[in-house]
């Protein structure tokens, strides 16, 4: 996590990495009005990136609402071995 990453989410390094990242990033749907709990899991079941639609927003660990660009998608040791989830934004 970089400081951008800690100002966006209103949280530091330390503080987050006690934590799972989905507790400070936390998807939301304006269009459907529900979080997004599954998002990163549908990405280590499927074993394929996903985006964003401009329906998404991010709350924040202050409880701000974000209009973001992200990308998320599983990350590979040199072995092909799935090691963790990645996010761009």
């Not at 100002?7 to 304006?30: G, P, S, W």
């Amino acid at each position: 996590m970089n400081s951008k990453a800690e100002k966006l989410l209103c949280v530091t390094y330390e503080e987050a990495r006690q934590n799972l990242l989905i507790d400070y990033f936390r998807i939301y749907n304006h269009r459907t009005e529900t979080f997004e709990d599954r998002l990163l899991e549908h990405v280590f079941e499927t074993h394929k990136p996903r985006g964003l639609s401009r329906e998404h927003r991010l709350l924040n660990n202050a409880d701000e609402y974000m209009f973001v660009s992200a990308s998320i998608a599983p990350i590979y040791n040199e072995d092909g071995q799935k090691q963790r989830i990645g996010y761009c934004v």
